[in-house]
């Protein structure tokens, strides 16, 4: 059984608050942090970076156990992030995987990201971890804002690989906000856009506040919903429910609380 609370692991709790100054500061806006400067990212670092790495860990343990059969013999894994920022994420993925396989001797990661302070602050983590990592950890960055549909078609043609893992936490939301794809429901378009892109057993997870957004007009947990199912995709798990809690204890908060929707998607 999977536990919803989870501890930061001490090494990326000390390298986090104690080398890169993350600061604990949770906001109650809109976010769209695209356009944050570093000490913003700073605040991020400190506050949403753990509840990432908790939902990623939770939620991929969980169907890492499931799909057990698929994963537990993997000697190489590739995964692709879209909106890493400063790769919470990233962090519970590879602590997931590597609880169910002893096997994995390699992962590589392509991450896409517009904010440059957050992909530098990645990089620094990702180098640290790589440091005493079972696995060897080969990183590709794509430091890049998509701007509209032209510049994620650009992407897909320059993504040429297929990927066991594709997610995106917390980003599509700003391309609802800042209206990316004009009218068109953005889960759509990147479900639509990244889907061709999986190994055939691959999974990709999409995990979104719940907000209502004053841009679309809608929650965004019913838009996601509705965005899938006009790209057709098969949903193989989500969380119950509206949202789903997850709570991450760390140095600077005990049991501090996130509440996401999310949704893994299978071509199978
Ligand atoms: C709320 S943060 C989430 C970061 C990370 N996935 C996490 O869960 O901690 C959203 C990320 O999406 C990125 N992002 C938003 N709009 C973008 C765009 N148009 N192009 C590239 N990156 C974008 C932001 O820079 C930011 O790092």
């Not at 530098?120 to 590709?140: G, L, P, Q, T």
């Not at 999409?206 to 019913?222: A, H, I, K, R």
């Given at each position: 059984?999977?536990n919803d609370e989870v501890h930061l692991?001490?090494?990326?709790?000390?390298?986090?608050?104690?080398?890169?100054?993350?600061?604990?500061?949770?906001?109650?806006?809109?976010?769209?942090?695209?356009?944050?400067?570093?000490?913003?990212?700073?605040?991020?670092?400190?506050?949403?970076?753990p509840?990432?790495y908790a939902?990623?860990y939770c939620?991929?343990?969980?169907?890492?156990?499931?799909?057990?059969?698929?994963?537990?013999?993997?000697?190489?894994?590739?995964?692709?992030?879209?909106?890493?920022?400063?790769?919470?994420?990233?962090?519970g993925?590879?602590?997931?995987?590597?609880?169910?396989?002893?096997?994995?001797?390699?992962?590589?990661?392509?991450?896409?990201?517009?904010?440059?302070?957050?992909?530098?602050?990645?990089?620094?983590?990702?180098?640290?971890?790589?440091?005493?990592?079972?696995?060897?950890?080969?990183?590709?960055?794509?430091?890049?804002?998509?701007?509209?549909?032209?510049?994620?078609?650009?992407?897909?043609?320059?993504?040429?690989?297929?990927?066991?893992?594709?997610?995106?936490?917390?980003?599509?939301?700003?391309?609802?906000?800042?209206?990316?794809?004009?009218?068109?429901?953005?889960?759509?378009?990147?479900?639509?856009?990244?889907?061709?892109?999986?190994?055939?057993?691959?999974?990709?997870?999409?995990?979104?506040?719940?907000?209502?957004?004053?841009?679309?007009?809608?929650?965004?947990?019913?838009?996601?919903?509705?965005?899938?199912?006009?790209?057709?995709?098969?949903?193989?798990?989500?969380?119950?429910?509206?949202?789903?809690?997850f709570t991450v204890s760390?140095?600077?908060?005990?049991?501090?609380?996130?509440?996401?929707?999310?949704?893994?998607?299978?071509?199978?």
């Amino acid at each position: 059984m999977v536990n919803d609370e989870v501890h930061l692991p001490k090494w990326l709790d000390e390298y986090i608050f104690t080398q890169l100054k993350a600061n604990y500061c949770p906001s109650n806006s809109d976010m769209t942090v695209i356009d944050w400067d570093k000490s913003n990212v700073l605040n991020y670092l400190g506050t949403y970076f753990p509840r990432s790495y908790a939902e990623a860990y939770c939620i991929f343990s969980r169907f890492f156990i499931k799909d057990l059969l698929s994963w537990i013999f993997k000697k190489k894994i590739t995964v692709f992030d879209f909106g890493c920022g400063t790769g919470g994420e990233i962090l519970g993925l590879l602590d997931a995987i590597n609880s169910v396989s002893a096997n994995l001797k390699q992962v590589e990661i392509t991450v896409l990201d517009g904010n440059h302070a957050a992909l530098r602050i990645f990089e620094n983590i990702i180098r640290r971890y790589s440091e005493h990592a079972k696995n060897d950890i080969v990183c590709r960055v794509i430091p890049t804002v998509i701007e509209d549909f032209y510049d994620l078609s650009i992407l897909d043609t320059v993504l040429t690989n297929d990927f066991d893992v594709i997610m995106s936490f917390k980003a599509i939301c700003e391309f609802v906000t800042k209206e990316r794809f004009e009218e068109q429901n953005a889960y759509e378009h990147i479900a639509k856009t990244f889907l061709p892109k999986l190994t055939p057993l691959g999974v990709m997870l999409l995990v979104d506040v719940t907000t209502y957004n004053n841009v679309s007009q809608e929650w965004l947990p019913l838009m996601m919903d509705k965005g899938l199912n006009s790209a057709k995709c098969k949903i193989a798990m989500k969380n119950k429910g509206y949202n789903q809690i997850f709570t991450v204890s760390h140095s600077h908060k005990e049991s501090d609380v996130s509440k996401v929707a999310w949704r893994i998607i299978q071509n199978v």
